[in-house]
Nanobody
């Protein structure tokens, strides 16, 4: 059974940290592009961070760049989102998604670049985990 399960959400303090996990079953995460997206109340779903299959090239939205880190543990078939320096505006439901036919990283300016893609391009989604940042 193909499944993505997020965990690790909860209440965080401004300036604090949380680590989200996205555990996959039924398929190998290494061969899929993985994205973290979030949706705050009354707002559209937005991209947060994504990692390419195989090479693990990463992308971060400007709003989280320098604060969040995406990583993948192949042995555990799990992708993580380490969130540091939390802000109240990080409050949202966080979703992980996996896609098998996403665009490959692009090479320009001397390096490879990856991105998050439109949600409809991802094949599998988790149920979401709530993150609330408040003092």
């Amino acid at each position: 059974q193909v499944q993505l399960v997020e965990s690790g959400g909860g209440l965080g303090q401004p300036g604090g940290s949380l680590r989200l996990s996205c555990a996959a079953s039924g398929f190998p995460l290494d061969y899929y592009g993985i994205g973290w997206f979030r949706q705050a109340p009354g707002k559209e779903r937005e991209e947060v961070s994504c990692i390419s299959p195989n090479d693990g090239i990463t992308y971060y939205a400007d709003s989280v760049k320098g604060r969040f880190t995406i990583s993948r543990d192949s042995a555990k078939n799990t992708v993580y989102l380490q969130m540091n320096s939390l802000k109240p505006e990080d409050t949202a439901v966080y979703y992980c998604a996996a896609g098998d036919h996403l665009p490959t990283p692009a090479y320009y300016s001397g390096s490879f670049h990856y991105s998050c893609y439109a949600p409809e391009l991802y094949d599998y989604w988790g149920q979401g985990t709530q993150v609330a940042v408040s003092s």
